[in-house]
């Protein structure tokens, strides 16, 4: 074999390493913005999934907190909770989030238990016992034996027939809560929703009776 013939085929073999390099160089570019425009649509999916979950979130669920002792011991002053309003009707026992009269710019937001609903007629004897509908009501989440009485101040009195489209509600602390009492039954158009569950504090996570 001649040198020329030689160098010929050396020649050869590095153009075909050559053609090699530039084939798999091609491939990568190709494949760089493959994976990138994978990534993104990724992302985007991500994005959109966790945005459509706030606003079901948000229309289905609220949170709030309670301020004050007016629940208490059920719930405590600053414990917060989640309340859904979707399809709710209210039910005697329930506790709800409403949005009362507004009063010297004050619109804060309640937090009571239902005692009756419409056409239901509740009256507080001299005890401090609660009737609805000529029954005495049990009511366990009271501490101990804890009374219930009409406001001496208040212009509402007893018996006193809830009206079509309302609930008479009170809180849990008798002795310190401002409620139906006061301000008498409640529209339930003004009600957010039900409290469904205590998120905190940590150690009384859990549903709420």
């Known amino acids: ?24 160089k091609n491939e990568e570019a190709k494949q760089k913005p493959s994976v990138l425009r994978d990534f993104i ?5 991500v994005v959109v999934a966790v945005v459509a979950a706030v606003l079901i ?52 937001l309640w937090v009571k238990r239902v005692i ?30 804890q009374v219930t009485y009409p406001k001496s101040y208040s212009k509402i009195s007893f018996p006193l027939t809830v009206q079509p489209g309302e609930v008479f509600v009170m809180g849990d602390n008798r002795l310190d809560s401002k409620d139906s009492r006061d301000i008498g039954c409640v529209d339930i158009r003004k009600i957010l929703g039900r409290v469904m ?8 996570i859990g549903p709420i009776d």
């Open 1 to 24: 074999m001649s040198e020329n013939e030689e160098i010929v085929i050396n020649n050869d073999i590095t153009d075909e390493e050559s053609t090699d390099k530039k084939t798999n």
């Open 41 to 45: 649509e990724i992302i985007d999916a």
């Open 57 to 108: 979130l948000s229309l289905v669920f609220r949170t709030g907190y309670v301020d004050g002792p007016s629940m208490t011991s059920t719930m405590l002053d600053g414990d917060r909770y989640i309340v859904s309003g979707l399809f709710y009707t209210p039910k005697v026992g329930d506790i709800v989030v409403f949005q009362p009269e507004a009063r010297n710019n004050d619109y804060s």
């Open 116 to 145: 009756a609903t419409e056409g239901q007629t509740v009256n507080i004897n001299g005890d401090g016992e609660v009737y609805v509908d000529g029954q005495l009501i049990a009511e366990p989440y009271l501490d101990g034996h």
């Open 197 to 204: 569950f205590r998120f905190y504090p940590l150690d009384k």
